[in-house]
């Protein structure tokens, strides 16, 4: 069984910054992709960043400049630095990870970007 657990989120004003972490137990492979997806109110859950376990990185253009994914294999962690935070970014951030295909999720942090 696998579980993504996230922390890291809250309230931040616009232009601040904040920092989340997805912590990844179980059956973990050594290939895989780790990554971030958020959902904001009445809108579909879409890409923000995603990691390959071997380093290439992937970035939501809405987010490109802002925000930095990195990854500890090891301790199968990834973060995700963001900084210019701006209303807009305001969401539920959720952690993903997949496996060949075998997608999981995290339950999901609140950043709320507002002043």
């Known amino acids: 069984q696998v579980q993504l657990v996230e922390s890291g989120g809250g309230l931040v004003q616009p232009g601040g910054s904040l920092r989340l972490s997805c912590a990844a137990s179980?059956?973990?492979?050594?290939?895989?992709?780790m990554g971030w997806y958020r959902q904001a109110p009445g809108k579909q859950r879409e890409l923000v960043a995603t990691?390959?376990?071997?380093?290439?990185?992937n970035y939501a253009d809405s987010v490109k400049g802002r925000f930095t994914i990195s990854r500890d294999n090891a301790k199968n962690t990834v973060h995700l630095q963001m900084n210019s935070l701006k209303p807009e970014d305001t969401a539920v951030y959720y952690c993903?990870?997949?496996?060949?295909?075998?997608?999981?999720w995290g339950q999901g942090t609140q950043v709320t970007v507002s002043s």
């Open positions: 993903n990870l997949n496996m060949w295909g075998t997608v999981h």
């Open positions: 179980g059956s973990i492979f050594s290939i895989n992709v």
């Open positions: 990691e390959l376990s071997g380093g290439r990185t």
